[in-house]
T-cell receptor, first 112, second 117 residues
């Protein structure tokens, strides 16, 4: 079954605006991670939030985690054209095998 | 630090041939490497988990005789697509986790695009 569901699937905003992406999951997790992928490229790790954390910041990124709702959000503030990419959430299960289960991703387009 | 490379970045082959993809951790020792497959505009699907010196653990539905994985050292894992067919065309990405960088964090290679004619 699908572990990570993301919405929206696609998001188009103007430069300077904020972008919010959501991720929901089904089973207990050890941590949740957000990755970025430029078209045809590998993934870049953005931020990791552990199951006992509720919010984390890194530069223009803010991630929240609500384990009671089994959901997470990624907020990119003051977006730039260079933020255009696909963003994936990935969950590491409580069994801590190291395996990551990826969501379907959100494609973000930031227009200059 | 924590750089992962893949080679080749792109390969085109004829149906029936075998293709080997290398995944290397350049500046750290990778205790575990993961192989993923990604279809166009889709998410990453975990194929197998590879630990140095032991057999890979394959996900359900992934044929281990089709996708041979060897993790011969702490810096190198290889994926061989045997007797490739057009339906094996995809973007293959590896990641490595180990004694570097942030804990519980996988570092991804740039991917290999395989096209089988």
């Amino acid at each position: 079954s699908q572990q990570g569901e993301e919405d929206p699937q696609a998001l188009s905003i103007q430069e300077g605006e904020n972008a919010t992406m959501n991720c929901s999951y089904k089973t207990s997790i050890n941590n949740l991670q957000w990755y970025r992928q430029n078209s045809g490229r590998g993934l870049v790790h953005l931020i990791l939030i552990r199951s006992n954390e509720r919010e984390k910041h890194s530069g223009r990124l803010r991630v929240t985690l609500d384990t009671s709702k089994k959901s997470s959000s990624l907020l990119i503030t003051a977006s730039r054209a260079a933020d255009t990419a696909s963003y994936f959430c990935a969950t590491a299960l409580s069994s801590n095998t190291g395996k990551l289960i990826f969501g379907q991703g959100t494609t973000l387009q930031v227009k200059p | 630090g924590a750089v992962v490379s893949q080679h080749p970045s792109r390969v085109i082959c004829k149906s029936g041939t075998s293709v080997k993809i290398e995944c290397r951790s350049l500046d750290f020792q990778a205790t575990t490497m993961f192989w993923y497959r990604q279809f166009p505009k889709k998410s990453l699907m975990l194929m197998a988990t590879s630990n140095e010196g032991s057999k890979a653990t394959y996900e359900q539905g992934v044929e281990k005789d089709k996708f041979l994985i060897n993790h011969a050292s702490l810096t190198l894992s290889t994926l061989t697509v045997t007797s490739a067919h057009p339906e094996d065309s995809s973007f293959y990405i590896c990641s490595a986790e180990g004694l570097a960088g942030a804990p519980d964090t996988q570092y991804f290679g740039p991917g290999t695009r395989l096209t089988v004619l």
